[in-house]
């Protein structure tokens, strides 16, 4: 197929992880036209830099796995026009990025449609997306054509409820954020200048250097408080999380309540570590796939000796998958036998099983399709002003973090560079970083 070319939501499929991102090109360019290895290599240089990628040089040397997921988006998109299709067909390329990455990367297929002339068949489970890409739009609902027509009538004027429901679903920043003030109570997390960093290899021939993925950071979390922590991929937001927890190594200061936790080690560590807990983006890496769901949530409450006996744990555990709108029948299912949001809700009752103080969640809703993220973000808030809970909301989407954060932390490169309220934020944001995810969340908002 030299007339069609593909692109994919996950482009370490379709790169050769034993071949250098260069080889790839090149063998490609080979394949589909009569040049030698110099000339292909030259073609290859050129197609990294009409994708816009820096460092051109550098990448056509890298493996895959060396790449960035937006790197490794423009290498694939590469290799799709490469062999100069007529027909470029893009399968939910922007789906796995952040949403600075997803604009950029959406206006670069934009650019190049309108530089090289190939047709474009974009799918998407997101119409925020599509929206500023397509010339023609048509909605699929179980295999079926349900619409059909040019973008921006059926943008204006949708007839079908299923391109209704899309829309609804798309955030929107008109909608008043669903937190009521914060309230002044004593904090139950105080971090100060935290750093966490790697040993980190920055390639094959350069020694081994640290990298500073957290740098600094400072921030009191109170009781029944949300702080929102925003950021785009690779800004130390997870890192932060795990070194707060004392997953990773890190220094600084972290008080749990009147627990000096950096003092901690060992046994008194582990007991500890009830109070603070951690609900991340994948629910599937997060359940032992051979554990019924109600053993999961019984488990922490056995190490750390919580309620009387078995009986009482057993009807703690129902009273638990009740209170995240499970059926309390389901505790001997498997997790597979689950869907995606239904799992993430095992992970909250599994921590709330616990009775933490602090709840970090990271990315917990950004596996999950829209709707299911929403029902989620609201049980999530309905504990906790129920238990009064402090959290820690980690996300790289600011529509999110908006609606359910008290106070924003936007983080680049390591350091919190702006706090906010979330109306504040929206506003007039001081920092480059705070206006770029303002803006990008405009972007892709139902409401402009
Ligand atoms: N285990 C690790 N070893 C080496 N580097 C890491 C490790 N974990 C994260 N990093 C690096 O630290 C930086 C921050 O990563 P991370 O905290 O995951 O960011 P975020 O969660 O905001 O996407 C990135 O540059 C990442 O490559
Ligand atoms: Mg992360």
Redo the contacts with the bound molecule.
Sequence with gaps: GRRIGYVFQEPMSALNPVLRCGDQLVETLRHHFDMDRRAARTRALEWLERVRLDEPERILRAWPHQLSGGQRQRVMLALALCAEPALLIADEPTTALDVLRQRELIELFGELRRELGFSMLFISHDLGVVRHLADEVIILDRGRVVEQGPLAQVWRAPAHAVTRALIQAMPRLDEAPWVAPAPAEEPVLEVGDLRVS?A?RRSLWSKKKR?T?VDGVSFALRRGETVGIV?P????????ARGLLRLVPATGQVRVGRTDWMALAGAALRRARRHVQLIFQDPVAALNPRLPIGEAILEPMRVHGLHDDEGERFERMQALLEEVDLPAGWHDRLPRQLSGGERQRVCIARALACQPRVLVCDECVAQLDVTIQKQVLELLLRLQQRHRLAMLFIAHDLAVVRLVSHRILVMDAGRVVEEAHPDELFRAPRSAMGRALVEAARWGAQSL
């Design positions: 790697f980190e990298h993925a950021g991929s690779g800004c130390g937001k997870t890192s932060l």
